[in-house]
């Protein structure tokens, strides 16, 4: 239940996979309303506060997720060829563009030397700092690419429901479901008898 097979995902993918999508929205959408709050604003100084503390957690989050990913085998696609192509070169995308802004809103955070308090747990050292326009170089690959990110991960939802109800595959029950992944490979299992 919790480990991948080939015919679904476990319960740790599944979570990486839903954690994460929250984590992006919610980040895109407190990184947007941030950018009209005023000086006094209560939340002037929180909001950026949570967000860059998600977003690092997100960060390690995602990294985890990779070194999981390549540990266990990927459930086989399903659809066309072209299809699969698609969905393979959008994951690629998606991962790209989520460390993409992370590193960016990391950057940006840490241009003046300043390390990033996560929550007041532990603090991420400024590693790279004091660039030539960093802060504002690094703010607009953020922008840009949590844009994109978003725009990509439309597509990605649409995919999912249009594999569900159109083409009546379990591509979005296996990212629902671990328990659907074991009915699949005990059915595999019988039917190779």
């Given amino acids: 239940m919790w480990r991948n097979s080939r015919s679904g995902w476990g319960l740790i993918s599944i979570l990486f996979h839903w954690l994460s999508a929250l984590a992006i929205i919610g980040l895109f959408a407190l990184g947007w309303w941030m950018t009209d709050l005023g000086y006094y604003d209560p939340w002037y100084n929180q909001g950026p506060w949570v967000h860059r503390s998600i977003g690092m957690l997100l960060l390690f989050a995602t990294l985890a997720r990779l070194v999981w990913r390549f540990a266990q085998p ?21 991962y790209v563009l989520v460390l993409l802004v992370m590193v960016s809103g990391y950057l940006i955070s840490t241009a003046d030397g300043s390390g990033i308090t996560v929550f007041g747990w532990f603090e991420i050292p400024a590693l790279v700092y004091d660039f030539p326009n960093q802060a504002s170089l690094a703010g607009n690959v ?52």
Avoid: Q
């Fill in 74 to 94: 990927t459930p086989t696609a399903e659809g066309g060829r072209l299809e699969i192509i698609a969905a393979h070169v959008g994951h690629i995308a998606l």
């Fill in 142 to 193: 953020h922008w840009y690419s949590a844009l994109a990110l978003m725009i990509i991960s439309a597509g990605h939802a649409l995919a999912a429901f249009k594999h569900h109800w159109l083409d009546r595959h379990s591509t979005l029950v296996r990212m629902l479901n671990p328990a659907h992944s074991r009915a699949g490979d005990h059915s595999a299992t019988k039917s190779s008898r």
